[in-house]
């Protein structure tokens, strides 16, 4: 399987911050890699697709990054409803596609 | 708007099946592949398997063919069954479409929680 490792596992900010996560891949995978962002007790929300491909309705402020072994999501400039925790996910190969272990972002 | 809903036995034994159903409404079926994906308790998700209109899948190898997805196009709907579960299999169970060329799933399910609990 390929490990997708993220980095870090939590981070503490403020609104209006600007963060980025970032996404090691065991292998390289080219730009395979999609971002989600999980609210507690709801389903992932797709917001990068193909490393740095928005998806419709995201905010801009959301973007991606890399290829490779190494990725990033960036949030320009943090909102509240950002605070939430986010995952990585490899479509490179697909037995299995894989996901980084997830990243807590709270608020300072 | 596509929306998916997803239905099946809630709480299981050790060694028991479980079975989801997931169907597909208002949007194109046959465009896309349907993926289960699931989330163990305070961890992080798992990719399951997918599935396609004809029938085609890839599964998670991990699961030591245990796992079977299977399709019913005329209804527009997929379904999931996990064999010999333990408590290990605890978890919400997504159905999720999966976008072309592995551009991410873009549309999930409401989730459905399974305990294995003897």
């Known amino acids: 399987d390929i490990q997708m490792t993220q980095s870090p596992s939590s981070l503490s900010a403020s609104v209006g911050d600007r963060v980025t996560i970032t996404c090691r891949a065991s292998q390289s995978i080219d730009n395979n890699v999609n971002w989600y962002l999980q609210n507690p007790g709801k389903a992932p929300k797709l917001l990068i697709y193909g490393t740095s491909n928005l998806q419709s309705g995201v905010p801009s402020r959301f973007s991606g990054s890399g290829s490779g072994t190494h990725f990033s999501l960036t949030i320009s400039s943090l909102q509240p409803e950002d605070f939430a925790t986010y995952y990585c996910?490899?479509?490179?190969?697909?037995?299995?596609?894989?996901f980084g272990q997830g990243t807590k972002l709270e608020i300072e | 708007q596509v929306q998916l809903q997803q239905w099946g036995a809630g709480l299981l034994k050790p060694s028991e099946t479980l079975s989801l159903t997931c169907a597909v409404y208002?949007?194109?079926?046959?465009?896309?592949?349907w993926t289960w994906i699931r989330q163990s308790p305070g961890q992080a998700l798992e990719w399951l398997g997918e599935i396609n209109h004809h029938g085609r899948t890839n599964l998670n190898p991990s699961l030591r063919g245990r796992v079977m997805i299977s399709v019913d196009t005329p209804k527009n709907q997929v379904s999931l069954q996990l064999t010999s579960v333990t408590d290990a299999d605890t978890a919400i169970y997504y159905c999720a479409r999966a976008k072309a060329f592995g551009y991410g799933v873009d549309v999930w399910g409401q989730g459905t929680t399974v305990i294995v609990s003897s």
């Open positions: 996910q490899q479509t490179y190969s697909s037995t299995p596609y894989t």
């Open positions: 208002h949007g194109s079926f046959n465009d896309y592949y």
